[in-house]
Antibody
Framework: EVQLLESGGGLVQPGGSLRLSCTAS????????MTWVRQVPGKGLEWVSS????????DYADSVKGRFAMSRDNSKNTLYQEMNNLRAEDTAVYYC?????????????WGQGTMVTVSS | DIQMTQSPSSLSASVGDRVTITCQAS??????LSWYQQKPGKAPKLLIY???NLQTGVPSRFGGSGSGTDFTFSISSLQPEDIATYYC?????????FGGGTKVEIK
């Protein structure tokens, strides 16, 4: 079964850091680009970042550029999101999603999401 | 950035009705549009990609059409299990952008 499982969410103070993980199974992880999307509870979907299949290239939304770092370990079938200098407005459910062969493709598989709460 | 304008923001229809949602892009995105279904407390699920292609395993009552800037998503016969919020998304260019969502309810 094709599956993505996020972990690492939780409560963090403003200015703090958190690392999210997304473990893939059921498909050849190294063949696909990956994306993070977030959603404030009760609100819409917001693209956060994307990474190519090799991990050589990443792109970020302006709202997180310079604070978030996306990476992957294809030997461990795992995607990461290092989040630094967190702000209240980063509070959201974070989803990892499988893309196609390139970053610009539909998001065909999504994880269940992990909640990040930034609050003092 | 490409803005995606989705309408209506909510609708109420009877079981068996045809439901239509529209999505307009601020720039030409060719066919690079997808539609997602999100049920409460769940992750989004891909229904349609490349504007009109049905994702494997998705019931044929779901459909999509359009190209360029104007797109349409439809449910030919609304079922109780279709109660959800639906989103369009463009992947012609970064940043990936989503429509604001359409909440579908049963009348």
């Amino acid at each position: 079964e094709v599956q993505l499982l996020e972990s690492g969410g939780g409560l963090v103070q403003p200015g703090g850091s958190l690392r999210l993980s997304c473990t893939a199974s059921g498909f050849t992880f190294s063949n696909y680009a990956m994306t993070w999307v977030r959603q404030v509870p009760g609100k819409g979907l917001e693209w956060v970042s994307s990474i190519t299949s090799s991990g050589a290239s990443t792109d970020y939304a302006d709202s997180v550029k310079g604070r978030f770092a996306m990476s992957r370990d294809n030997s461990k079938n795992t995607l990461y999101q290092e989040m630094n200098n967190l702000r209240a407005e980063d509070t959201a459910v974070y989803y990892c999603a499988k893309v196609g062969a390139t970053i610009l493709d539909a998001l065909d598989i999504w994880g269940q999401g992990t909640m990040v709460t930034v609050s003092s | 950035d490409i803005q995606m304008t989705q309408s209506p923001s909510s609708l109420s229809a009877s079981v068996g009705d045809r439901v239509t949602i529209t999505c307009q892009a601020s720039h030409d995105i060719s066919k690079y549009l997808s539609w997602y279904q999100q049920k409460p407390g769940k992750a989004p699920k891909l229904l349609i990609y490349d504007a009109s292609n049905l994702q494997t395993g998705v019931p044929s009552r779901f459909g999509g059409s359009g190209s360029g800037t104007d797109f349409t998503f439809s449910i030919s016969s609304l079922q109780p299990e279709d109660i959800a919020t639906y989103y369009c998304q463009q992947y012609d260019n970064l940043p990936l952008t989503f429509g604001g969502g359409t909440k579908v309810e049963i009348k």
